[in-house]
């Protein structure tokens, strides 16, 4: 079982369900330490009094606010901690909404909220088939880490997840990145959407949804232990140059997508949609999706 990050209680109007949270993911990258190149010793971060000049404990160090150059305001995690909030030591539902409603930006990691007790598993499952039968999410408010969060409860199998979510302040305008108006045929959207339909996928459970790099990393460290050569690095592709033909290029990336799908990708027709006589050329408007409100 994973190590409890934080417990507390799920508050859902008058009904309180008692949980511990438990990381959902695992990270599986290859990590490195710093080392001197010269002897391979471990090198090692020191924390040192910038005034004094040496190395102090970390019962020596706590948190300051800077309001000037030559004023910083000590706070204590016990401050923190007693700050006067209904979400300090409860996760607070505040509404529910379709799942369709949450723009996709805002969510962040997931966490599993284990029932605290025999006396949280009635409240828990009832929060959990509320969920499921009326197929919304719960929006709700929490404090962790000396910031108060919003978040996402969703049900995935028999357990209840928690999404932090970013705020509505959080999220960038893109607008500026959107790039200048162009033109599109019909036929150069019905070829990129017959490019889509040779690379749908049902699940992410294929071969090719795995982690080459890490796995490459790892190669390599081994390689490195037993003193031989690791793999060559595959020879680059050509530089592609400037994009002439779009329909060309679409036309080639179906045939390749159905070649490395098994099926027969020597002749591929993008054009699966009726053709307009003559073509009409269709101006596409790129307009800045706004993150959605949620409650």
């Known amino acids: 079982m994973p190590r409890t990050i934080w417990s507390g209680a799920i508050s859902f109007g008058l009904v309180t369900v008692p949980i511990h949270v438990v990381s959902a993911t695992e990270d599986h990258s290859i990590h490195f330490h710093r080392v001197h190149l010269e002897d391979m010793a471990r090198v090692r971060t020191r924390k040192v009094c910038e005034l004094e000049d040496r190395e102090v404990a ?4 706590g948190k300051g606010y800077e309001i000037a150059r030559d004023q910083v305001v000590p706070i204590s995690d016990e401050e923190l901690r007693d700050l006067p909030l209904p979400t300090a030591k409860a996760i607070e539902i505040v509404a529910f909404m379709p799942w369709e409603a949450i723009d996709p930006i805002r969510i962040g ?13 009635k409240p828990y499952k009832l929060l959990r ?13 929490y404090a962790w880490s000396g910031r108060e969060r919003l978040g996402l409860l969703r049900v995935r199998g028999e357990a209840i997840v928690l999404h932090a979510m970013r705020w509505p302040d959080e999220i960038r305008d893109p607008s500026s990145l959107l790039p200048p108006p162009v033109e599109l ?20 459970d294929a071969p090719e949804f795995r982690d080459t790099y890490t796995e490459a ?4 460290i081994e390689a490195k232990r037993e003193h031989r050569q690791p793999p060559a690095a595959p020879e680059p592709a050509a530089e592609a140059g400037q994009l002439v033909d779009l329909m060309a290029a679409l036309t080639e990336s179906v045939s390749k997508a159905k070649q490395s799908r098994g099926e027969d990708g020597g002749h591929a027709d993008v054009h699966e949609m009726p053709k307009k006589q003559p073509a009409k050329k269709t101006a596409v408007k790129k307009t800045a999706r706004k993150p959605r409100k949620s409650a």
């Open 109 to 121: 990691d997931g966490y599993y909220l284990a029932p605290d007790g025999q006396v949280a598993a």
């Open 58 to 61: 970390t019962s020596e160090i």
């Open 217 to 220: 990393v790892a190669e390599l």
């Open 185 to 204: 045929t019909d036929e150069e959207i019905d070829g990129a959407l017959a490019l889509m339909d040779t690379m749908t996928r049902d699940d992410l």
């Open 129 to 141: 088939q509320a969920l499921e039968r009326s197929s919304r999410v719960a929006v709700a408010r």
